[in-house]
Each structure stands twice: as structure tokens, then as C-alpha cells.
């Protein structure tokens, strides 16, 4: 089995950091881990040095894709395999960790962790977006994307090298689109998400229709014109 880290970026998760990673720790611990707090103003990070986790306490918050990209660096640094972004909400649901590594084993560079490859999307307002991000991935890059919106994501060696040196690499759809575009293989996994139980979600109505708008652009206008740095090796240090 690769050796994977499973990098948990956390932002004002104090009711739910606890459960996820004590789930972690006691019922999946052939799988590393690695908790980023991206500048909480809660008690997150007070939470996880009580416990002893495994964590990274970014001074300021830099956002999903800053406090993303330092789990890379960690995981590129440390020689880990693979890496995979899972919420510190409680969402994610760990049972699909070894699936999705199957496939990663299997060849492919980026594994996602799907609702909607078996199940229906919902015809809603809130989907729309989803929707509407999926049908320009496809015109873009001529492949289907069930859920591109699915922060359940897992990398090989080779694209978590790549996310944790360039800095315009965020965790998003237009991201996943560009990769596509230049030789990515991309595949999705059947999953299930838990409902949030703490804490509030960042994408309120307006800002999921920001969102919505600026990744549309961005994998229709924006992408095209992106460069791509592979010739730079990733520094390695012993764990």
C-alpha cells in the first residue's frame, strides 16, 4: 500500500476537529494525518495540542487553498506517496479512504470522491452551480465530472508534488479542469457526505454564487492561459 497523509485543513472547527481525527486515529490508523489550522479564531488549534494531533498553526488564516497547499508541502517534503484533502467538519467520510486509494493505485493521478456518479444530482438551486461547473469542464476538456465540486480529493506523488510547488494551485474545479487538460487522469469514486453538525459553512447563498461565477470563468477564459512547471524535484526529508 502507498504510504498516504491525509491533510485536514481546519478553520474555526472546535466542535468537530476532535471527533474527525479521534475517528482517525482509532479506526484508520494504517493512514497518516496531519491537521492545518489556517489561522483559527476559535479553539481549534488549543483543542488539537491538547490531544497531541499531528498539526500545522498557520499564524494567519491564508484560506483552503494556502492552508491546503502547506499539507502538500508537508506530505511532498516527507515522502509521502499520496496525499488527500479531507474536511475538519466532519463531511468526509473515512471508510472511502481505501477505494479511492485503489484507484490511485491503479493509475490514476487524482481521485475524487463523488455523490453523484450512482445517485441522482438533485435538481436545485443549490446544484446549479454544480451543474454549471460540470458542463464546462466537459466543454473544455471533453470529460464528465459527476461532482467537481466535491472537496474529497486525493493526489499521487507526481500532482501533490506539482500543487505543493506552484502557487496558483488551488483545490478547485478549475484547477482539476487545467490538469485534465494537460494529461491528468482523473477518475471518481461513489461516496457518501455526512451533514455538517458544528460550526457554519463558509458558502452562504452569495458567496456560492460568487464561486459559482468566478470557477465558471475561470475554466472557460482563465485556464487557457495558465503555465505549467513540472521540471522543478521536490526536496524530500526523512519522517
Known amino acids: 500500500m502507498q504510504k498516504l497523509l491525509i491533510v485536514i485543513p481546519a478553520y474555526n ?30 479553539s481549534t488549534a488549543a483543542i ?3 490531544r497531541g494531533y499531528r498539526l500545522i498553526d498557520l499564524p494567519v488564516n491564508l484560506g483552503l487553498a494556502g492552508a491546503f497547499q502547506t499539507g502538500l508541502r508537508y506530505a511532498a517534503e516527507h515522502g509521502y506517496d499520496c496525499a488527500m484533502q ?10 472511502y479512504i481505501a477505494p479511492m486509494l485503489e484507484e490511485l493505485e491503479n493509475g490514476a493521478d487524482i481521485v475524487i470522491g463523488s455523490r453523484f456518479i450512482t445517485v441522482l444530482k438533485p435538481r436545485t438551486l443549490r446544484m446549479l452551480g454544480s451543474y454549471l461547473i460540470s ?34 494551485y488551488g483545490p478547485e474545479p478549475d484547477t482539476i479542469s487545467y490538469l ?6 482523473v477518475k471518481e469514486v ?8 458544528a460550526g457554519e459553512s463558509y458558502l452562504n447563498f452569495a458567496r ?4 459559482m461565477i468566478k470557477m465558471g470563468l475561470s475554466i472557460l477564459l482563465i485556464q487557457w492561459f495558465r503555465k505549467r ?4 524535484p521536490y526536496p524530500e526529508r526523512s519522517l
Not at 485534465?180 to 487522469?185: L, R
Open 13 to 42: 472547527e472546535e466542535g468537530s476537529i476532535e471527533r474527525v481525527v479521534d475517528n482517525l486515529i482509532e479506526n484508520y490508523p494504517q493512514y497518516d494525518y496531519v491537521v492545518v489550522n489556517d489561522g483559527s479564531r476559535d
Open 48 to 50: 488539537c495540542r491538547r
Open 86 to 95: 479531507f474536511d475538519g467538519d466532519g463531511q468526509h467520510l473515512p471508510q
Open 135 to 168: 458542463w464546462a469542464i466537459r466543454l473544455t476538456t471533453g470529460r464528465a465530472i459527476c461532482d467537481p465540486t466535491s472537496g474529497m480529493r486525493m493526489f499521487n506523488r507526481r500532482l501533490l508534488t506539482e500543487f505543493a510547488q506552484n502557487l496558483n
Open 180 to 185: 485534465i487538460k494537460n494529461g491528468a487522469v
Open 190 to 197: 461513489q461516496v457518501e457526505m455526512a451533514e455538517r453538525t
Open 208 to 211: 456560492s454564487v460568487e464561486y
Open 229 to 232: 512547471d513540472v521540471s522543478r
